[in-house]
């Protein structure tokens, strides 16, 4: 069954992603390490504009492709105005080819929406909101470092649904520091009351360089039994509420599994925009860098011949870490991000994309994960997947995986 605004099958074009990175917020929350923060609104406009640069200049290089999902993710994309959301979407239905269906996400922050701003994003094309709650416990958004009450979110989550936004996502974070398994479970509870078509929820990492890693870096923010505790109370709950987790830490209502993440986990390719994304096309992977006045810089000299030496990996253009994928990386990739999903991975697209088989590669792994209880075979013996305590240890068992490569 198609995803709910599903594209149709594209003949002989192959699908896309785009990502677009908006790197910039009202204040730099206590936890993230995420390439972000506040800035003044001349630069915005000025990193809108070099988007739109990006966007025209690289349009070449994906003709073959048919855009299926776009995601503007942050910091805080809901910054940005409808006319520059909309200029951005304009840049996109213009230079690229974009299915009638495609998913187009937009992240936001409770207290950074209004309705004007709901309404243009609508009229923009957004159809998937994604909102980063975090918690409906205002002690714990403070300690966080939030912008926003959960008040402010119930008033922004009931004007997107009035502004007419019917895939709404929201973001849960668990293991937060002094959390309770029944605070987390109340979190849940309220969120899932109110019906999103998505919830993503998320386990606490304290990264370093962040004031959190300061306060609590190489302590336990919860027990590991209160947090192993939290992540099987999370699927029970919102299994109640007609939720399906389809990967390690995101739930569903049926037909709403967010395809722009799907396609990263199934390695579809994707083209990144903006400071610090990542691309992932014809198995080379780069980054964009993280340098502003780089990246400013190289789009705005954009034209002939200037552009194409800026867009050369080099101590001066804005391509970075650019890399080819040997097979056995490939191989690699296919089961870390694969068996993130609950249905696990089909060995005969294992064999379609490699040309041997799963067990030829992995034999003695797979035995072992086996009789270890960490992975299973379905009945039929066409897929594999994490068993429930093989996800609760996923790290361990992704690891794995690694092959060693001939010098």
Request: proline share 3%; aromatic share 10%; with cysteine.
């Amino acid at each position: 069954m198609m995803e709910k605004h599903d594209c149709p099958a594209a003949g002989e074009t192959r699908p896309l992603g785009l990502y677009l990175h908006i790197p910039f917020c009202v204040r730099k929350c206590l936890y993230c390490d995420f390439l972000s923060g506040p800035a003044p609104q001349p630069l915005i406009d000025r990193y809108v504009r070099a988007l739109e640069k990006q966007l025209e200049a690289e349009a070449a290089h994906y003709r073959a492709y048919e855009v299926r999902t776009v995601f503007f993710g942050g910091g805080t994309p809901s910054l940005l105005s409808a006319g520059q959301i909309g200029g951005l979407m304009e840049q996109i239905r213009r230079h690229y080819r974009l299915c009638a269906g495609a998913e187009i996400t937009l992240e936001s922050n409770p207290g950074t929406l209004d309705d004007g701003r709901l309404s243009g994003y609508l009229r923009a094309g957004i159809n998937r909101l994604s909102m980063g709650l975090q918690s409906a416990d205002d002690g714990e958004l403070r300690l966080l470092g939030r912008i926003h009450t959960h008040a402010d979110f119930l008033d922004n989550f009931a004007a997107a649904r009035e502004a007419g936004f019917s895939n709404i996502n929201v973001d849960l974070m668990s293991a937060l520091p002094g959390q309770t398994v029944e605070g987390w479970l109340e979190t849940l509870e309220q969120t899932a009351r109110l019906g999103p078509e998505h919830i993503s929820a998320y386990s606490l990492i304290v990264e370093e360089g962040t004031p959190f890693w300061t306060a609590y870096g190489g302590k336990e923010t919860v027990s590991e039994e209160e947090e192993r505790r939290m992540y099987e109370q999370t699927g029970i709950l919102l299994g109640q509420y007609g939720y399906r987790r389809y990967e390690i830490s995101n739930y569903a209502k049926p037909g709403y599994a967010c395809r722009h993440n799907i396609g990263y986990w199934r390695r579809t390719e994707y083209v990144g925009f903006g400071l610090g994304s990542a691309s992932l096309a014809d198995n080379v992977r780069w980054k964009v860098t993280e340098d502003m006045d780089r990246y400013l810089a190289c789009m705005e000299a954009q034209n002939g011949e200037a552009y194409a030496a800026a867009g050369a990996a080099g101590a001066f253009g804005w391509k970075e870490d650019v890399h080819r994928l040997s097979e056995a990386e490939r191989m690699e990739e296919f089961l870390f991000l694969g068996l993130r999903m609950t249905e696990g991975v089909a060995l005969s697209e294992f064999r379609r994309q490699f040309g041997t088989g799963l067990r030829e590669v992995y034999g003695p792994v797979l035995e072992r994960l086996e009789e270890q209880g960490l992975l299973v075979f379905y009945a039929d013996g066409k897929k594999m997947k994490l068993t429930a305590r093989g996800t609760d240890i996923s790290n361990y068992v992704l690891a794995q995986f690694l092959l060693e490569e001939e010098a």
